[in-house]
Structures are given as C-alpha cells and as structure tokens.
C-alpha cells in the first residue's frame, strides 16, 4: 500500500509541475496575433484595426473617389475625415 500512495503522490507533483509549463505555452501562443489600436482624436475613442474595419476604409476611399493607399501612409487630414465618416457609418450587423 506503501508504494500505491508513494506513486500517487509522484503523479500529483509531476502534473504540478508541468501545468504552469502548458499554461505559458498556450498563452504566448495567443499573444503572437498582432492587435492594431488606432486613436480617434476627435470622437476620443480607440478601434481595433481588422478585416472590418479594413473593409469599411476601402468602402470610404470608393465614396469620395478617392485611390487606395494604406491607413497608416494616409495625410493626418484624411485620417481624420475618415473616423468622421466612420462614426456616422456604423457596422450593419
């Protein structure tokens, strides 16, 4: 009987040793996704740049016939146009 409980015990303390070890891997696995945040200075909030919103700057560029280039190459003033088209073009889902 002896050896039963010495052998559990061996099982509990190698499990807590090695679950810190997989929680840490899981977790950097999550943080190698890169988040964009980009700051509305006029309306003082914050977005998350992703596919949608992505598409919705594409969608903006088409309206005022305007050439793609890049969120982050655009003139400061044109950035700020579009969070004010943006916030009166919410998501329709």
Known sequence: MHRVDRFICSLFLAAAIVAPTLVVAEARAQEAAVQVRVYDRD???????????????????????????????????????????????????
Do not use: K, M, T
């Open 43 to 93: 309306h003082r909030d914050y977005h998350n740049w992703d596919d949608r919103e992505d598409r919705a700057y594409r969608r903006y560029l088409v309206e005022q016939h305007r050439s793609y280039r890049e969120y982050n190459r655009q003139h400061h003033g044109v950035q700020r146009q579009y969070w004010n088209w943006r916030n009166s073009h919410p998501d329709r889902d």
